[in-house]
């Protein structure tokens, strides 16, 4: 049992009980902090008193209760990232680069939750392109992008694809185990499935109070192991579990960290003065660093996890 008297919740990927607590955070707290820094109203969070961090066997860091953000939240909170040039509309991240490299010319992609569809501008020349996104497709014309749920496409178009990728969506489900077998359904046999994800330690994880990595936004956080339970427990052979270089795109999480007056090591957010100041005082001097240096160089860590795995033939 943990000190609130739950008993300890299962792992989203093996359903085994969690084996550690690493926090509690209360969600009217949680809430009103989205609002104070983003001006994003977040009242699916209302139905929740505490959320707990819980770290599970494969040391996949996860909430519980899994509380998806709405539709709503998505666009408002994005649409601040954008007015603040902390995300860009054609954004190409080193894992598109990455995950092109294992598509061929004339093969089939699937992209899901594609935002706006980014990494087609990596793709070899001669593959198609389909993009899946319910909360961007609508309002936004772009060539290739259908404004539909992976379950409903997966009606017409099972085994259909011969590589199908997800980037930085995975982690911000409550069911990530369903997506990933969703996406073994879309790969025709013998075919890809590309995953990408936020990992834990990582700069996102440093960073004291960073709402980017809580509910309703990020539900879980990534490790190699994880990665593997994930895979295996579904059936898929891993090719490949590659560390992310940093982008010109994410390259200011690496230094908001790196400027931040203290950094977290196994508690993540406080309701303190120096833990709200910290994330501000680490954007601001991140800003000055990421137009100097720029990149920074390479290391084991890098940005996050990109996942190849083969869908059995």
């Known amino acids: 049992m943990s000190a609130l008297g739950q008993s300890y919740p299962t792992c989203p990927i093996t359903g085994e009980p969690a084996i550690r607590h690493v926090q509690w955070i209360k969600a009217r707290w949680l809430a009103r902090m989205w609002k104070m820094a983003h001006g994003v109203n977040a009242p699916e969070l209302a139905r929740v008193k505490y959320f707990g961090l819980w770290e599970s066997p494969t040391g996949l860091y996860f909430f519980d209760p899994m509380v998806e953000g709405s539709r709503a939240f998505y666009e408002k909170y994005y649409n601040w990232l954008l007015r603040h040039s902390l995300w860009a509309r054609e954004s190409i991240r080193e894992e598109f680069r990455l995950a092109a490299g294992y598509v061929k010319p004339r093969d089939r992609v699937l992209d899901v939750g594609c935002g706006f569809a980014s990494f087609r501008g990596v793709l070899p020349p001669g593959a198609s392109y389909v993009g899946l996104d319910p909360n961007f497709a609508e309002n936004n014309s772009v060539d290739g992008v259908v404004n539909e749920t992976l379950a409903a496409h997966l009606v017409a178009n099972a085994r259909s694809y011969d590589v199908v990728c997800s980037f930085q969506v995975i982690e911000h489900l409550a069911s990530p185990a369903t997506m ?5 359904r879309a790969a025709r046999r013998g075919g890809l499935v590309i995953v990408g994800v936020p ?5 996102l994880t440093r960073i ?4 980017m990595n809580f509910p309703p936004h990020h539900l879980t956080w990534w490790t190699e192991r994880a990665l593997t339970a994930l895979s295996e427990k579904n059936g898929a052979t891993i090719e490949s579990i ?11 999480m690496y230094w908001m960290e790196r400027c931040s007056p203290f950094r977290c090591t196994d508690i993540y957010f406080r309701n303190r003065l120096s833990w709200y ?9 991140g800003r000055v660093m990421n137009a100097i240096k720029k990149l920074p160089a390479m290391n084991d860590e ?3 996890l990109l996942l190849v795995a083969r869908v059995p033939g």
Do not use: R
């Open 180 to 184: 990933f077998v969703d996406m073994m």
């Open 302 to 304: 890098g940005v996050g």
């Open 208 to 211: 004291p109070n960073f709402l």
């Open 277 to 285: 100041t910290a994330p501000l005082i680490g954007l601001i001097g």
């Open 242 to 252: 590659q560390h992310v270089p940093w982008s010109p795109t994410d390259s200011l």
């Open 199 to 203: 990992q834990v330690p990582s700069a």
